[in-house]
């Protein structure tokens, strides 16, 4: 077993601490990657906080990590020690099922195996990369392109797949219009991706201080939710809305935004549910969707599309030991738009 350092909630809602652990010896098919940044994610505090229920403990966050390849096993090919590699979301799945099959892991109908707080197959529990290292196989790791620097990639392995996904799906692009609720940590990510595939973005803000961020990311409007004057102006404007937002809010709100057939995405994920009224859907023929991150081969693609473009997401690079103050910090919107730890710093 390989002795690992880390950062972990010991409890529900307890704050992050230095943690050792072990992690599998290196097989066949896996590879070793040496972390040197991770991405903070709200989902990361979601589960530390148990506030979705089913956390682990003790539990190591994190799921968009960087590093570089430090061993191979024997029946590694398309790999080699000395590479830069990613860890996204899921670290496993079933492989077999219809979904595993198309490429589409993400929604194996077994479960894909989160990279952390879930139970591999030897019924250990998973950690993440608020540490020094972590064993995956093959072929759930990611080629990190040459052009993305480590720091700005590692979100793009949560915030970015799980915008890019869903534009992809419904072949958003040239001639839509796609509003974007929430410009944080995705929402940056999916106007910066969205004006790339040429699409007419507006930004949905609470805050008025984001407007400048819309503008310098590329948004062609802005508007606070706040007032409403704003849903009487772009009533029946929209063909999409992607819904980014983690806190608990009206998604009805939104719905009469939408062209009739429009399609609203749901990509954030509130620990409260929101009671949702039929007719205005039902009047306009008018979708409510959900989508989570992407596949495997999705994801690849996603960071050639960003290393093409030159996107990589916005952030501010912590050292691991201010990682309880960066969660509240996550919590008040206190960030510009993603804190991202070096791992370089856990021996300070």
């Known amino acids: 077993m390989l002795q690992t350092k880390g950062y972990a909630a010991m409890t529900a809602k307890a704050v992050l601490q230095p943690f050792s652990f072990e992690r599998r ?6 590879v070793l990657i040496k972390i040197s940044h991770c991405g903070i994610c709200h989902s990361d505090i979601h589960q530390a906080r148990d506030e979705w229920g089913g956390s682990i403990f003790p539990m190591v966050p994190g799921h968009e990590i960087i590093g570089t390849i430090a061993q191979v096993g024997s029946a590694v090919k398309r790999l080699r020690e000395g590479d830069r590699a990613g860890v996204g979301c899921f670290v496993d799945s079933c492989r077999t099922c219809t979904a595993c099959r198309e490429g589409l892991e993400q929604y194996c109908e077994a479960g894909m195996l989160l990279t952390y707080s879930g139970r591999d197959k030897d019924g250990r529990a998973t950690q993440g990369g608020y540490s020094s290292q972590i064993v995956v196989d093959q072929n759930y790791v990611l080629r990190v392109p040459g052009s993305l620097s480590s720091a700005g990639a590692a979100p793009l392995l949560c915030a970015g797949i799980t915008t890019y996904s869903p534009l992809r799906h419904w072949g958003i692009g040239k001639y839509h219009k796609l509003a974007v609720v929430g410009l944080g940590g995705l929402g940056h990510m999916a106007v910066k991706i969205a004006k790339a595939l040429g699409t007419d973005v507006t930004v949905l803000s609470t805050s008025e201080s984001k407007r400048a961020d819309a503008e310098r990311l590329g948004a062609a409007d802005f508007a606070i939710t706040s007032r409403p004057e704003t849903f009487r102006r772009f009533q029946r404007r929209f063909d999409f809305i992607l819904d980014t937002v983690s806190a608990p809010h009206d998604y009805n709100a939104y719905v009469n935004l939408l062209k ?15 009671p949702l009224e039929p007719f205005p859907l039902i009047m306009h023929r008018r979708r409510i969707a959900g989508s989570v991150i992407g596949g495997i081969k999705e994801t690849q693609e996603m960071l050639d599309f960003c290393a093409e473009h030159g996107i990589e997401s916005d952030i501010e690079v912590i050292p691991i030991r201010q990682v309880n103050e960066a969660y509240e910090r996550v919590l008040r919107g206190d960030v510009r738009f993603r804190f991202v730890i070096d791992l370089a710093t856990l021996g300070d």
Do not use: F, N, S
């Open 260 to 274: 009739t057939d429009g399609t609203m995405i749901l990509v954030g994920a509130p620990e409260k549910p929101t």
């Open 25 to 30: 010896d290196v097989g066949p098919h896996d």
